[in-house]
C-alpha cells in the first residue's frame, strides 16, 4: 500500500509542475524535504539533457551547458541535486558525464541576487561558493572557461559580492577570471562607494606571485587589472574617502584636477 508521502512523491516527478508545491502549505513543506534525488529527477524531468552516445564499446553521455543554466534557475538545485543529476546522467554510460559545447552556460543571477550587504556571517563555505567550486571542479567540466561563467550577466556577480563584502567570493571570482573592468568598473566604483581602500586594492591590483631567485621572499608584480581613470578619482572625493583619493593619486599616478588638490 503507498504511503501519501510516496503517492506525492509519485504525483511530483509525473506532474513535473512547479506549481504543485504552491496549492497548499502541508505539499510545499513535504516537497521541500524530498531528498536531492528526487529534486534531481524532477529537474531532470523538465530539463532533459541531450544525451549520445558515440559508437563503441565506451559510451559517454554529454550535457549541454543550457541544461545546466535551466537547472540552476530552479531554487531547490542545490550542489547536492547537481551531484545527483550527474549521477542519474551516469548510470546510462561508462564514462563520467561532461558538458559539450552544444548551449551556452550562463551562470544565473539568483545564485547571488540574495546577498546581504555586509552580512559579517560569509565564511568559506557561504553560498555560494560551495556551488561555484563545484561548477569548476573536476567532477563537471564546463564547455567554456570559467572566467566566462565568473562574468556572467557583464560582471554581476562580482558587483552583488562587493557590495555584500563577500571577501572570500570575491577572491575566487577574481582568481577565475572576473574582470572588475565590466559595467563601467561598477565593481570598483561599488568599493569606492563603501570606502574600503582594501577592498579597492585588492579589484585593482593581482596578488604578487611566485617567489625571487634562491628562495629570496621577494615576490614578482603583475600589471594591475584596472587603470584608474579621473572618473574614480571624482567619486573618491565625492564619497569623501581619503585614504583612496590619495592611494589614486600617490601611488597609482592618477592627475587630479584643480578643484580637488585641497583633498589631497
Not at 548551449?103 to 546581504?116: A, D, I, T
Not at 555586509?118 to 569548476?136: I, T, Y
Not at 603583475?222 to 587603470?227: F, K
Request: aromatic share 10%; charged share 20%; hydrophobic share 40%.
Amino acid at each position: 500500500m503507498y504511503t501519501l508521502i510516496q503517492l506525492l512523491t509519485e504525483l511530483y516527478l509525473v506532474a513535473l509542475s512547479p506549481s504543485l508545491p504552491q496549492t497548499c502549505k502541508y505539499i510545499y513543506h513535504a516537497v521541500k524535504s524530498f531528498p536531492p534525488f528526487i529534486h534531481a529527477q524532477y529537474i531532470y524531468g523538465r530539463h532533459p539533457p541531450s544525451v549520445c552516445f558515440p559508437f563503441g564499446v565506451d559510451q559517454s553521455a554529454y550535457i549541454s551547458g543550457t541544461c545546466v543554466t535551466q537547472a540552476l534557475l530552479h531554487p531547490i538545485c542545490t550542489v547536492p541535486v547537481l551531484k545527483s543529476m550527474v549521477h542519474i546522467i551516469s548510470s546510462a554510460s561508462t564514462k563520467y558525464p561532461y558538458l559539450n559545447n552544444g548551449g551556452s552556460f550562463l551562470l544565473p543571477k539568483r545564485v547571488f541576487r540574495y546577498l546581504e550587504e555586509d552580512a559579517g556571517v560569509l565564511g568559506p563555505n557561504s553560498e555560494p561558493l560551495p556551488l561555484l567550486r563545484f561548477l569548476c571542479s573536476p567532477e563537471i567540466t564546463l564547455p567554456t572557461l570559467f572566467s566566462d561563467i565568473a562574468n556572467s550577466h557583464s560582471g554581476y556577480p562580482l558587483v552583488r559580492a562587493v557590495h555584500a563584502g563577500f571577501i572570500h567570493l570575491i577572491r575566487f571570482l577574481l582568481n577565475h577570471g572576473a574582470d572588475p573592468r565590466l559595467r563601467g568598473c561598477m565593481a570598483v566604483k561599488v568599493a569606492i562607494g563603501k570606502k574600503d581602500l582594501s577592498l579597492v586594492k585588492m579589484l585593482i591590483e593581482f596578488e604578487p606571485e611566485g617567489k625571487g631567485r634562491e628562495g629570496s621572499a621577494k615576490r614578482r608584480r603583475r600589471l594591475d587589472r584596472v587603470t584608474i581613470e579621473s572618473f574614480m578619482l571624482d567619486l573618491a572625493v565625492r564619497c569623501d574617502a581619503r585614504d583612496i583619493v590619495r592611494y589614486f593619486v600617490h601611488e597609482k599616478g592618477c592627475v587630479p584636477h584643480l578643484r580637488m588638490l585641497k583633498v589631497i
